[in-house]
């Protein structure tokens, strides 16, 4: 039996009721669409396993770093963020007492907590060979990407992807991984039968991928090339001015600080951002990245340099 009450909410519900409340559905879907999507892009290289801040003695850098205060920093954006992605650029290893006990394992098992969500090789990841390379990606729950390292002949075969898309309101995010020639700076018994592939080759490859099969909207290289040699050795701005379609080379190895993102002419024309903060967990980059919703295409928004120190 239908008592007047639920007669009454039932014709609200089923004639003007469900209209208002699909006319506002629709008004908040129609002002979602025009919205840009935003995307913020956080990143490190070569924190060398710095896990405290540089003691206050610690010269230049004294009081600055530290993964504790990095996560909160991070932890306070995704707060405010939708969408975060958390980049390194590799040389994770080294530097600190905590790598030598420890062989990398607080490093992963931090960077985990922090929800990195990829990473690439450096030339220091190695120093502990392949096998302390290997006991430790257990701790990560993160991937390595690297595209121009060919580990079939080690014990690491198949344990690295040379890309990964994540994918986020709808928009695609190719990242990419280019490690630096191994031999010279890291013991031959510790790279073994890694081969080394030529980084603008298999760059060429890979964002052909990114850009076509896989439909990517933005494409990011996670590179631990170095930023820039006076020699003919291969770095970030000569990658970038022979390879077109990558969007922003995250770098690393050559610890260099830049205050902003610097653009270099891509062969189509169209330019390639290349950034660096630093080492040792000192800074923490941002890029703020805003998409049309209808075509997908990127735009910077903004671009900081984010210390980390005590205050945050
Ligand atoms: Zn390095």
Redesign the pocket.
């Known amino acids: 039996m239908t008592t007047r009450r639920d007669f009454l909410r039932q014709s609200l519900l089923g004639t003007a009721g469900l209209t208002v409340l699909g006319g506002l559905a629709n008004t908040a879907e129609a002002a979602a669409a025009k919205e840009p999507i935003k995307l913020t892009i956080l990143h490190t290289n070569?924190m060398h396993s710095r896990i405290e801040p540089f003691p206050d003695n610690g010269g230049q850098w004294a009081g600055l770093g530290g993964m504790a205060r990095r996560a909160a920093l991070i932890k306070d954006i995704r707060s405010k963020e939708a969408n975060v992605l958390l980049l390194d650029s590799?040389?994770i290893f080294q530097g600190t007492p905590y790598f030598n006990f420890f062989g990398g394992e607080l490093e992963y098992k931090l960077m985990s907590e922090m929800k990195y969500d990829a990473s690439t090789l450096?030339?220091?990841d190695f120093d502990n060979g392949l096998d302390g390379l290997m006991r430790q990606l257990p701790n990560a729950t993160f991937p390595f990407l690297i595209a121009n390292y060919d580990f079939s002949k080690t014990p690491l075969a198949g344990r690295f992807a040379p890309y990964k898309v994540f994918e986020k309101q709808g928009v695609r995010i190719g990242v990419f991984g280019l490690g630096?020639q191994l031999a010279g700076?890291v013991g031959d018994k510790n790279f073994g039968a890694t081969e080394y592939l030529d980084p603008v080759a298999k760059a060429t490859e890979t964002v052909a991928q990114l850009r076509g099969a896989e439909k990517c909207d933005l494409v990011i290289c996670l590179s631990?090339l170095?930023y820039k040699y006076e020699s003919a050795k291969i770095d970030d701005r000569k990658l970038a001015a022979q390879v077109s379609g990558i969007d922003l080379i995250l770098g690393?190895?050559t610890h260099t600080f830049m205050d902003a993102p610097e653009p270099i002419a891509s062969p189509d024309g169209k330019p390639t951002l290349i950034n660096q903060v630093g080492w040792s967990g000192i800074n923490l980059g941002r890029l703020d990245y805003e998409f049309s919703p209808k075509t997908k295409r990127a735009g910077l928004a903004s671009a900081s340099v984010v210390p980390v120190r005590a205050a945050c």
Do not use: E, K, P, R
């Open positions: 070569d590799g040389d450096g030339n220091h630096i700076l631990h170095g690393g190895h």
